[in-house]
């Protein structure tokens, strides 16, 4: 069975940081892309930032230049530093995962959330 657990959510002032990470864990062959979602209150989520199993990573416009997305193969870890956090950054943040147990399966995992608040 595999796990995403997220952690490094939390309450902030604007123009401060923090840095999220979510980790896999469980009977894993193999993970592909890794991605962090986010969710505010009455709006639908969407796609944050985005790394593929070499490195090359995207982001949403209005992050550019204040977020990074990086991983940890080793750790099968995915993270999300966060600076120059605005209160439109606030939201439930998910991590996301494209991830093989088995070398034919590969499948769509969802962490738990972790909250991000930002003060104004």
């Known amino acids: 069975q595999v796990q995403l657990v997220e952690s490094g959510g939390g309450l902030v002032q604007a123009g401060g940081s923090l840095r999220l990470s979510c980790a896999a864990s469980?009977?894993?062959?193999?993970?592909?892309?890794m991605r962090w979602y986010r969710q505010a209150p009455g709006k639908q989520r969407e796609l944050v930032a985005a790394?593929?199993?070499?490195?090359?990573?995207n982001y949403i416009d209005f992050v550019k230049g204040r977020f990074t997305i990086s991983r940890d193969n080793a750790k099968r870890t995915v993270y999300l530093q966060m600076n120059s956090l605005k209160p439109e950054d606030t939201a439930v943040y998910y991590c996301?995962?494209?991830?093989?147990?088995?070398?034919?399966?590969?499948?769509?995992?969802w962490g738990q959330g972790t909250q991000v608040t930002v003060s104004s």
């Open positions: 996301n995962v494209d991830l093989r147990t088995i070398p034919s399966n590969l499948q769509y995992y």
């Open positions: 469980g009977s894993i062959f193999s993970i592909n892309d």
């Open positions: 790394i593929t199993s070499g490195g090359s990573t």
